[in-house]
């Protein structure tokens, strides 16, 4: 069974419109992260959670949010979506904010026309 | 800055053959760097292959071995036998335990192993 999930897999979205990428984890882990992949570009770091709390963001805009409703959830709303956004979003967790481990879901392709 | 390179893909290799990935890294703002290599087989998730978080030591999996040499500030992926299953892209990673626990990803190597 998977044990981070992210949905939907594939998601095409018009400029200007609003998203929300979904990510849970099932393996009792405390800390949670976004990363982003563009064409022929290295995956990047976006945000880190601890406990549900905000730890670090390498995001400039503010039009990417993160949303933990639970302590398993980090889902990403993404707002005024526009062509550059298209990428592989991947969510990941770890044990804790400390753990050298991170593990990764299949991520979330999205596609902005 | 904090940084990864790695081997320019694809690398074909044929079965049986060895292989070697290269993969330097730049850590200005990290003190104790982790090195690690993920790999991501077709039509699945990125997975952690190997880590290592003291330098000197080597670490293993799946018949990969990776040394993390802070003289030479590498972490090169090596195999000595290759089988058509190892055909994936592997990604070579900086990171640190700390709070914001970031990691840095070079842009991959897409092997591809010749039957």
């Known amino acids: 069974d998977p044990k981070i999930i992210q949905k939907p897999k594939y998601l095409v979205a018009v400029t200007g419109s609003e998203k929300i990428l979904i990510c849970e984890q099932y393996?009792?882990?405390?800390?949670m992260y976004w990363y982003r992949q563009s064409a022929k570009k290295p995956l990047e770091f976006m945000f880190s959670?601890?406990?549900?709390?905000?730890?670090d963001n390498q995001t400039a805009s503010s039009r990417f949010q993160p949303q933990s409703s639970k302590k398993n959830h980090l889902d990403l709303q993404i707002t005024a979506l526009k062509p550059d956004d298209s990428a592989t979003y991947f969510c990941?967790?770890?044990?804790?904010?400390?753990?050298?481990?991170?593990?990764f879901g299949p991520g979330t392709r999205l596609t902005v026309l | 800055g904090d940084s990864v390179t790695q081997t320019e893909g694809p690398v074909t290799v044929s079965e049986s053959e060895s292989l070697i990935i290269n993969c330097t890294y730049s850590?200005?703002?990290?003190?104790?760097?982790?090195l690690f290599w993920y790999v991501r087989y077709p039509g699945e998730g990125l997975q952690l292959l190997l880590k290592?978080?003291?330098?000197?030591q080597k670490g293993s999996s799946r018949g990969f071995e990776a040394t993390y040499n802070k003289e030479t500030t590498s972490f090169h992926l090596q195999k000595a036998s290759v089988q058509e299953s190892d055909s994936a892209v592997y990604y070579c990673?900086?990171?640190?335990?700390?709070?914001?626990?970031?990691?840095?990803f070079g842009d991959g190597t897409q092997l591809v192993v010749k039957p």
């Open positions: 990941a967790s770890s044990q804790d904010s400390s753990s050298y481990e991170q593990y």
């Open positions: 393996l009792g882990h405390n800390a």
């Open positions: 959670y601890s406990y549900q709390k905000l730890m």
């Open positions: 850590a200005t703002s990290i003190a104790y760097p982790n």
């Open positions: 290592v978080i003291t330098a000197g």
């Open positions: 990673a900086l990171g640190a335990s700390n709070s914001n626990n970031r990691i840095f």
